[in-house]
């Protein structure tokens, strides 16, 4: 009997090495797969580092820039508010502008002035200007005023508005670009 199943005796053991060798092998395989992703997210991670450090960078550049010159009021906030057409020709509009007191040193009273610039939608040329002088309370060092302004300017429907904000004597300059809406007629409270 032990001739007759010799085959099985030999086959046995070889087939045991086979199995050994393709488990060790499928180790290795999947060993050096994880090595390839690990390798893979780690090259990204060091990617996005690189890219927030330069991101950083970039930021404490732009910061210099901004701060640059003497320490002042500075707008951190411009809102315009486009409120209703009263007449055919005439926008009623509220603006409101967030200042920051930048500096060391309190900030006495003074003033500024919005700039106003009307143009035809899709036309670069600005055809009509108009101005306000407003009046800046005193800041303490580190403050932060919220300023509402309300007024009337010269414009029709549908027309493109910049709005440049100055403040006198301070580093502080914002703009931002208006469509107007169309006409409705709104109360304004007063």
Same mark, same amino acid.
């Given at each position: 009997m032990s001739k007759k199943y010799r085959w099985l005796k030999i086959s046995g053991p070889l087939l045991a090495v086979i199995l050994f060798f393709l488990t060790i092998n499928s180790f290795f395989r999947e060993?050096?797969?994880?090595l390839a992703e690990r390798?893979?997210?780690?090259?990204?991670?060091?990617?996005? /580092?690189?890219?927030?450090?330069? *991101?950083?960078? &970039?930021?404490?550049e732009l910061q210099n820039i901004l701060d640059q010159g003497r320490p002042g009021l500075i707008i951190t906030t411009l809102n315009f508010e486009p409120v209703a057409f009263n007449t055919p020709n005439r926008l009623t509009y509220r603006v409101t502008i967030m200042v920051a007191n930048r500096s060391s040193e309190a900030i006495p009273a003074g003033s500024g002035e919005l700039l106003f610039a009307v143009r035809?939608?899709?036309?670069?040329?600005?055809?009509?200007?108009?101005?306000?002088?407003?009046?800046?309370?005193?800041?303490?060092?580190? /403050?932060?005023?919220?300023?509402? *302004?309300?007024? &009337?300017?010269?414009?029709?429907?549908?027309?493109?508005?910049?709005?440049?904000v100055s403040l006198n004597d301070q580093p502080g300059v914002a703009k931002v670009e208006v469509r107007l809406p169309e006409a409705a007629k709104v109360d304004v409270p007063q």
């Amino acid at each position: 009997m032990s001739k007759k199943y010799r085959w099985l005796k030999i086959s046995g053991p070889l087939l045991a090495v086979i199995l050994f060798f393709l488990t060790i092998n499928s180790f290795f395989r999947e060993n050096k797969y994880l090595l390839a992703e690990r390798n893979a997210w780690q090259e990204k991670a060091m990617a996005l /580092e690189e890219s927030y450090r330069q *991101l950083q960078n &970039e930021n404490r550049e732009l910061q210099n820039i901004l701060d640059q010159g003497r320490p002042g009021l500075i707008i951190t906030t411009l809102n315009f508010e486009p409120v209703a057409f009263n007449t055919p020709n005439r926008l009623t509009y509220r603006v409101t502008i967030m200042v920051a007191n930048r500096s060391s040193e309190a900030i006495p009273a003074g003033s500024g002035e919005l700039l106003f610039a009307v143009r035809q939608s899709g036309n670069g040329v600005a055809f009509r200007t108009s101005w306000q002088r407003f009046p800046l309370p005193s800041f303490q060092p580190g /403050e932060v005023k919220t300023l509402p *302004l309300t007024g &009337e300017l010269a414009a029709t429907p549908r027309e493109e508005l910049l709005l440049v904000v100055s403040l006198n004597d301070q580093p502080g300059v914002a703009k931002v670009e208006v469509r107007l809406p169309e006409a409705a007629k709104v109360d304004v409270p007063q």
